[in-house]
């Protein structure tokens, strides 16, 4: 399906999102987050800038021959015609009009003291270069934005200019004018009061960009839609320099889901969760869990309150159906779990308790009691399943049996430290004594555990520790304080994690392994012992 024209979807993460602290992408990685985008639906994606850097130059020559787009059209960026010259002379135009791209978007000054002390020209010369610069791309065959700068400020300091800036842009021809709100510093009610005023007094099409700066970037862009806005800016995940841009994400689906606006092709927006989590991993910033809409926490429940009344109907407890957006609902387990809860996630981790209040209180009670002591089961999935196996078998379920294990670390003369591990582990009926030796003890441990149960269990191969984190619980007691281990693991299907707690954090680390192995052996399909 092709959306229309009637309403635009611009993404700006490829430019603006790209100037994030510690965010630097590759020509690759933007060629990478290009196609995700177009995979999500959006409709216009802005590129960057051609001319201004070298990356950016090489990134719009490879467009040109490897991006294929299907549903987005690709736009380049840049400013209006230095000041006393001509927009077919300057050097950056000339980038722009060679660059490929279909839409040319151009950055416009609208507050009159940054024509004044950043361009150093009149504010006549600045209408000059705006107009100058639209109509010559526009005799090139290319359709042209505006996006105004600092119009707000400008328009809080001199209105009457700011206006002037707007109607000259669409005088000469920007299908539309964006007002920038470029500092972050607006509110909701400001900005839907100054963009009702310009489209009641031009004839411009208006458009929406907004920054985080007061928190309010979301809200902003929906106040401006409200208002009359027919175009709205943003970037994947909020994306951008000091607190960030408006993140697309929300504001598609708010404005989908309720707005009842059609922004995205059919069945798209289920796509969000995916997208939204595969730039991220291009551009190596860890996704926000409390994102709302795609965040891992955005339908995750933890009240047993919540959990009772989701159980009757999710609804009550969710304000959209989680699968609109690709994203799931999570029940955390933990101390504030309730019998509902314990149903819940067992069901969603594929256990049938079978109604069972006697088994479902023990497992409250256990889970209370366990998290009390510093454990905690909503980080640590796997485990907890293994707790509700015992708990329905009255044993559990083992595969092998670490009866002693001891650690060493040393170092040489030259500083070079060696680890070592020895564990004797009870497996089928044998006694195994394994060794190890890795960069650190939990290395050398899991080293030496797998080494000696390989033999036994060849599905360990499978298996890859992928994540592995401490955390001190009680700090009164210095370094005998209780120590939190998460783990993560991998195979070739997914991820689980497990949890172990102790004072020893090489104990607490054998625990959460024992975990991650038993539960790794039970995904690959070995009926425990």
């Known amino acids: 399906m092709t959306i229309s024209d009637n309403f635009h979807v611009y993404d700006t993460t490829l430019r603006d999102g790209a100037q994030q602290e510690g965010l630097n992408l590759s020509v690759h990685d933007k060629l990478q987050i290009a196609r995700h985008l177009d995979d999500l639906g959006v409709g ?25 787009l299907k549903n987005a059209t690709f736009v380049a960026f840049g400013a209006t015609r230095r000041a006393n010259t001509k927009a077919a002379d300057d050097p950056l135009i000339a980038a722009l009009r060679n660059s490929g791209a279909p839409v040319v978007t151009m950055v416009a000054k609208a507050h ?101 700066d007061t928190g309010c970037a979301i809200a902003n862009s929906m106040a401006a839609v409200a208002a009359g806005a027919t175009h709205v800016q943003g970037t994947i995940n909020g994306y951008g320099e000091r607190t960030g841009n408006a993140d697309l994400v929300s504001i598609i689906a708010n404005l989908e889901l309720k707005k009842d606006k059609k922004l995205l092709p059919d069945n798209l927006l289920r796509e969000s969760f995916r997208i939204s989590h595969a730039i991220a991993e291009v551009t190596n910033v860890a996704p926000s869990a409390r994102q709302p809409y795609v965040g891992l926490s955005a339908f995750a ?7 009772s009344a989701i159980k009757v109907d999710p609804n009550l407890y969710q304000h959209e159906d989680p699968a609109s957006v690709g994203n799931d609902m999570r029940m955390l387990v933990s101390d504030m779990a ?69 650690t060493s670390v040393e170092s040489d ?13 009870a497996a089928n009926g044998e006694s195994l004594v394994c060794s190890g030796s890795g960069n650190g003890p939990v290395n050398a441990f899991d080293t030496a555990l797998r080494s000696g149960l390989l033999k036994l269990y060849p599905e360990l191969a499978e298996l890859e520790l992928t994540d592995y984190k401490v955390r001190i619980l009680e700090g009164r007691l210095g370094t005998g304080a209780i120590t939190r281990v998460l783990v993560e693991t991998s195979d070739k299907n997914g991820a689980w994690n497990t949890v172990g707690v102790h004072e020893n954090v090489i104990a607490a680390s054998a625990m959460a392994l024992e975990d991650a192995l038993t539960y790794g052996l039970i995904r690959q399909g070995r009926k425990p012992e």
């Open 44 to 68: 216009f994606i802005e590129g960057g800038w051609p001319g201004a850097n070298p990356k950016d130059t090489e990134f719009f020559e490879l467009a040109k021959k490897e991006l294929k």
């Open 112 to 212: 009159d003291r940054h024509v004044d002390l950043a361009l150093k020209t009149t504010l006549e010369e600045n209408l000059n270069m705006i107009k100058d610069s639209i109509q010559h791309l526009k005799s090139e065959g290319q359709r042209v934005f505006i996006d105004a700068e600092h119009f707000f400020d400008g328009y809080r300091a001199n209105r009457d200019y700011a206006l002037e800036v707007v109607r000259a842009s669409a005088e000469a021809g920007a299908d539309v004018i964006a007002l920038c709100d470029t500092n972050g510093g607006m509110l909701p009610d400001e900005i839907a009061e100054v963009v009702h005023d310009i489209l009641g007094a031009s004839s411009a099409r208006l458009g929406i960009h907004c920054h985080n």
């Open 301 to 307: 429940h933890k009240a047993g309150l919540h959990a």
């Open 338 to 406: 309730g019998r509902a809860s314990i149903e819940l996630k067992s069901q969603e981790l594929g256990v049938d308790l079978g109604g069972d209040k006697e088994l479902i209180t023990r497992i409250v009670e256990r889970v209370k009691d366990m998290e009390s002591k510093g454990f905690t089961f909503e980080a640590a999935d796997a485990s907890f399943e293994l707790l509700v196996r015992e708990e329905i078998a009255q044993k559990r379920p083992s595969f092998f049996n670490v009866q002693h294990w001891l």
């Open 413 to 425: 003369e030259q500083g070079n430290i060696v680890t070592k591990a020895e564990v004797t582990v």
